[in-house]
């Protein structure tokens, strides 16, 4: 079974609006993370936003929140504002285990979904 | 600049050479992970290296070997190319903080054809 879904293989927006990129998971272990990743056409993975298991409130960093509920163990991109340059694609990927938050050492294995690809019209 | 260099960005094989993905990091990470990817199918991970000295497989082992050479370096080895390694090869690390909450820092990747 799929650790991480991402249903959308493809999103279009127009500039300036907003859009969410959906995920959702498989875990039974009580503690996870959750990530996002954008990937542009250059190819590189740059880290976006973080949410723990344990967490209380939804993450947010500037343009990005994520809209995680865990009882449906969905974990959604919200990108506000959307800019040209957000065209890219998407990954939302987990980490399992190891006593997340608790001081345990993860070893940072991460599953990643198979992406969305976002393209934003001007 | 602090970071995650691959070597090199592009390479064509014939199926059966062999050859080696270089990493380096100086990020003073000690985690070190392979992954490729591939169109739908997301990143998989083949290898990865949780100090110096250690190595573990990952979800798709097959086919590869690899050296964490000292905290910085860790290598990919392909014995003998199979088309079904043509693939986009991205290494990352992470600092290892006991915290869950580290992302992985990723390399700009190879992008390898096997032919």
């Known amino acids: 079974a799929q650790k991480i879904t991402q249903t959308q293989p493809g999103m279009f927006v127009q500039e300036k609006e907003a859009v969410t990129l959906d995920c959702t998971y498989d875990?039974?272990?009580?503690?996870?993370?959750l990530f996002w990743y954008k990937q542009p056409s250059s190819g590189e993975m740059i880290f976006l936003i973080y949410?723990?298991?344990?967490?209380?409130q939804n993450a947010t960093e500037g343009r990005y929140s994520l809209n995680f509920q865990k009882a449906r163990k969905s974990a959604n991109l919200v990108i506000s504002a959307s800019q040209l340059g957000d065209s890219a694609m998407y990954f939302c990927?987990?980490?399992?285990?190891?006593?997340?938050?608790?001081?345990?050492?993860?070893?940072?294995?991460?599953?990643f979904g198979q992406g969305t690809i976002l393209t934003v019209h001007p | 600049n602090a970071g995650v260099t691959q070597t090199p960005k592009f390479q064509v094989l014939k199926t059966g050479q062999s050859m080696t993905l270089q990493c380096a990091q100086d990020?003073?990470?000690?985690?070190m992970y392979w992954y490729r990817q591939d169109p739908g199918m997301g990143l998989r991970l083949i290898y990865y290296?949780?100090?110096?000295?250690?190595?573990d497989k990952g979800e798709v082992p097959n086919g590869y070997n690899v050296s964490r050479l000292n905290k910085r370096e860790f290598s990919l080895r392909l014995e003998s190319a199979a088309p079904s390694q043509t693939s986009v090869y991205f290494c990352?690390?992470?600092?290892?903080?006991?915290?869950?909450?580290?992302?992985?820092?990723f390399g700009n990747g190879t992008r390898l054809t096997v032919t």
């Open positions: 990927a987990m980490r399992e285990g190891e006593g997340a938050n608790a001081g345990g050492t993860s070893y940072g294995k991460l599953t």
């Open positions: 875990t039974s272990d009580p503690s996870y993370g």
């Open positions: 949410q723990g298991s344990y967490d209380q």
């Open positions: 990020m003073n990470h000690n985690s």
């Open positions: 290296s949780a100090s110096e000295g250690t190595t």
């Open positions: 990352a690390t992470q600092r290892m903080t006991g915290r869950y909450d580290s992302p992985l820092h």
